[in-house]
Structure formats: structure tokens, C-alpha cells
């Protein structure tokens, strides 16, 4: 069964107006499209998303449409600022909306710190194990600044780095698709027999 496309959404977790995060979203988004892939952008500053409340989250407007997105979604690539060394409430909150969507789908993340971003980073997985996501086996971080001025990545270390992150999002983004999609209409035993529907 091929993947093609593999629909990937890439999202914003910045909601600041010259936010680096959008920069690097925005450059792998087209590095991936020009590679073959569907990519849908979700950025919280132009398509804000309420606070996360259970009780009325079905009924916002727009949330079935989100829902569909997030659902067709093979790969999720987070950008995240890093804040106060965890990932930033645009991101959490987002994060919050959705669990059964993510199951069995690949999360690249990619982490805008001073610091490296490690801890960032490890909520990001942390977030995946709760929702039966799988991560790249590494994250991604880069400083303002250094690697991202103004519009433009400026640090050729920066680029290799993400070379890697968009190929592998593909390359194993589209083998875990199509594991997913297999599994999904299989009787075998599996983490995502939970998922199927009924038939
Ligand atoms: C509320 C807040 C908390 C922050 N905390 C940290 C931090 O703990 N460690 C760090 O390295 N940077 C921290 N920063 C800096 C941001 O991570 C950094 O400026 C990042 O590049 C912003 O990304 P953006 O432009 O995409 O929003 C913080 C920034 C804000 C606004």
C-alpha cells in the first residue's frame, strides 16, 4: 500500500507576530511540499483556538474542520518556543484538544530555546507516549538569532539539522502510515485495535 501523499500538519506554537518558530515551520513546510507531501499549516495567531475546556470543546465553531485536519494528519511536526524550560500554552493547549487523533502517527518536534531545549523537548514526548504517538528519535532545537534572523535561516549547522528531520519525517512518517492504516483494519492484537472502527 503506498502513501501518497503523506499529509503532514506543521504547527505553530508561537503566537508572537515575528515569531523564529513560524520562520522554520514555514521553510520546512516548503522544503516538504517541494518533496511531495501535503502540508497544512495550523498557526494559532492566524486561526486562534480556544482554551481547551472539555465540556464545550465539540461545540466551537470550526472544531469539526480542525478535528478533519488533525485526523488526516500522517505526520505532526510541532514548532515550540521554549518557555520557562516547557513548550508554550499555544502548543499545550493544542496538544490538549486532541489524543485519539494522534495514535499510532509520528510527532517531529522542533524547539526554539536558548538552552538547547532539552526539557521542551521531553514534554513533547512525553505527550506523544500519552496519546500512542511515535517521535522521531530526536528533536530538533535552534536559537534566535543565531540560527534564524529575521525571515531567513542563517546558520548552515541549523539547515543540516533539519535536513535530517524533513527526510526522516517523510521516510518514517510514511512507514508508520502505512503500518497505521494496515493496523487499522487488521484483527490482530495491537495498540491500535482500540482505534478501529466498528465495523
Ligand atoms: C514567557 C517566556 C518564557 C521563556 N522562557 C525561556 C526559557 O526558559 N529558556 C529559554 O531558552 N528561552 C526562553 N524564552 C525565550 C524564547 O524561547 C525564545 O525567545 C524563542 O526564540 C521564542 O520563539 P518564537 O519567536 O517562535 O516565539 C522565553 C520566552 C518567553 C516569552
Known sequence: MSIAPLNILAVVGS?????????????????????GCLVDVLD??????????PDTAHDLPGYAELQA?????????????????????????FLDHFWHEFAGKLFATIVASHEKGLTVTDQLRTVARQCYAWT??????????????GEEIVNDDFKERLDMLIRD??????????????????T???????????A
Open 15 to 35: 503566537l508572537h507576530r515575528g515569531s523564529v518558530t513560524r520562520v522554520v515551520i514555514a521553510y520546512v513546510a516548503k522544503r516538504l511540499r517541494a518533496e
Open 44 to 53: 494559532f495567531e492566524k486561526e486562534p483556538l480556544a482554551l481547551y475546556n
Open 69 to 93: 485536519r488533525v485526523e488526516r494528519a500522517d505526520v505532526v511536526i510541532l514548532g515550540t518556543p521554549d518557555y520557562h524550560g516547557g513548550i508554550s500554552g499555544a502548543t499545550k493547549n
Open 136 to 149: 522521531l528519535p530526536y528533536g530538533v532545537s535552534f536559537t534566535e538569532e543565531v540560527d534564524v534572523n
Open 169 to 186: 519525517a517523510r521516510v518514517y512518517g510514511e512507514v508508520l502510515a502505512r503500518q497505521r492504516r494496515a493496523d487499522l483494519t487488521a
Open 188 to 198: 490482530e492484537p495491537g495498540f491500535l485495535a482500540r482505534h478501529r472502527k466498528e
